[in-house]
Nanobody, 130 residues
Framework: VQLVESGGGLVQAGGSLRLSCVAS????????IGWFRQVPGKEREGVAC????????????SYTDSEKGRFTISVDSFKNTIYLQMNSLKPEDTAVYYC????????????????????WGQGTQVTFPS
């Protein structure tokens, strides 16, 4: 499994950005994909998760409270790509953003835990100009 993120860059307050993560060798079924972010000196934190469980009729998405309504995670299974659409960006959104893949479904209780994920990308930087 290989995860490759792209789409990071310089943004303005209130602006939008869409991050992409191409997942090679990974199946978007009975599994989960998450977006995390990290700033220097702080722990990597979960931002959003897309989970598909064979027992559910449709996949589920989860977000941290500060990202609800601003960020949207989606999957294009034909392109093997996961997206994170980020709107109304704030300076505190500055971070390196990582996508991560779990080989099992995740729910609202565990999607934000880093050790639930088996594979990680190399990250893409989102920066506000100083």
């Amino acid at each position: 499994v290989q995860l490759v993120e792209s789409g990071g860059g310089l943004v303005q307050a209130g602006g939008s950005l869409r991050l992409s993560c191409v997942a090679s060798g990974f199946a978007f079924f009975d599994s989960a994909i998450g977006w995390f972010r990290q700033v220097p000196g702080k722990e990597r934190e979960g931002v959003a998760c897309f989970s598909s469980d064979r027992h559910d009729s449709s996949p589920t998405t989860s977000y941290t409270d500060s990202e609800k309504g601003r960020f949207t995670i989606s999957v294009d299974s034909f392109k093997n790509t996961i997206y994170l659409q980020m709107n109304s960006l704030k300076p505190e959104d500055t971070a390196v953003y990582y996508c991560a893949a779990a080989i099992w479904p995740l729910d609202g209780n565990n999607w934000h835990r880093r050790n639930e994920y088996n594979y990680w990308g190399q990250g893409t930087q989102v920066t506000f100009p100083s």
